[in-house]
């Protein structure tokens, strides 16, 4: 699955809110604490289980999964939890939040904001909304979530705040490592976020150890996020998800926690050239979480006394 990116208009207006609520806590820094952005949003939450679904136990009158109106008169909202296997849930009448705590402890900060989000958005009022593994996963294509969980990612990450801690870094495992330390979200959410704001051509790749499981009925996606920075989508709009992988799978180790790749790996940009990107990749027992980023082209020329230019290939790509 591909991330996207908002219009505009729309990216903007979505900032006003998240820029009101940081203001509304008055600007503090990070990590957000989300127990102060319910209050001040008069936002009340539960969690709800399988063992545990006294939350649940209220009639909604209709209510939404991203565009889909799913049912239309009075209905338990536990009977709805259970048939669409909902993992978060927003209730404008009661001004409330559920989450299911069934789901990995990681994912409940994520959900929470990304209701909290539905909750603020003006055009999203007025509207129960029920939300899947799906929706809640940031690139959820339906316009309303994909609002959502930019606006989920934007208050997480303080709006360009994020831009100036990454700036100046290089945009290594080192960094995410430090963001994540900073900002208290999780390593994939933290990938995620510095793939869109860097400047320069970046990929991320969040999926399967890539010297796992190789019988491909039984493996997990190779692939479950494959994130793009603007200008590689400008630039490297042919790389694609098998390849980015491929190369992936070439490079890794089978090590099975910490670092499992460091190199530096040749993608071909859309005019046919190679450009040399740095590969980092890291196994967090679940997933692995990849970065690739532009270092340069493989065709440098160097000025040759009386002929003119020459190519010349870094040694280390010459093997
Ligand atoms: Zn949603």
Redesign the pocket.
């Known amino acids: 699955m591909r991330n996207r990116f908002l219009d505009e208009r729309t990216a903007r207006d979505i900032d006003t809110m998240v820029a009101k609520i940081l203001r509304g806590l008055g600007s503090p820094e990070p990590p957000l604490i989300l127990d102060h952005v319910r209050a001040l949003q008069k936002l009340d939450r539960h969690y709800y289980s399988s063992v545990d679904d006294g939350p649940l136990r209220e009639f909604v009158s209709r209510a939404y999964i991203?565009t889909k109106q799913v049912f239309s008169r009075p209905t338990l909202i536990l009977d709805v939890v259970r048939k669409r296997s909902l993992k978060?849930l927003?209730l404008p009448d009661r001004r409330r939040v559920l989450i299911d705590s069934s789901q990995p402890k990681l994912n409940w900060r994520w959900s929470e904001t990304?209701?909290i989000i539905?909750d603020g958005i003006p055009w999203h009022q007025e509207t129960m909304?029920g939300?899947t593994e799906y929706?809640?996963s940031p690139d959820c294509h339906e316009q309303?979530?994909a609002e959502?969980n930019y606006g989920a990612g934007r208050l997480l990450f303080f709006q360009e705040k994020f831009r100036e801690f990454v700036s100046g870094s290089e945009p290594t495992f080192e960094l995410i490592k430090a963001a994540t330390k900073r900002y208290g979200n999780t390593m994939t959410s933290t990938l995620w976020r510095l793939v869109e704001v860097l400047d320069i051509p970046a990929l991320g790749i969040v999926g399967a150890h890539p010297r796992g499981n190789t019988d491909p009925n039984r493996a997990a996606p190779q692939c479950r996020y494959f994130i793009r920075s603007r200008t590689f989508i400008e630039r490297f709009a042919n790389v694609t998800e098998d390849a980015a992988c491929e190369v992936l799978r070439a490079h890794a180790s089978s090590r099975r926690g910490g670092p499992i790749a460091n190199d530096e790996v040749i993608l071909v940009d859309d005019r046919g050239e190679q450009q040399i990107f740095h590969l980092e990749s890291f196994y967090n027992g679940h997933e692995a979480l990849t970065i690739f980023v532009l270092k340069r082209s493989v065709l440098v020329r160097m000025p040759v006394s009386g002929i003119g230019n020459q190519i010349n290939v870094p040694s280390r790509l010459r093997r």
Do not use: V, W
């Open positions: 991203g978060a927003y990304h209701e539905h909304f939300d929706t809640l309303i979530e959502a």
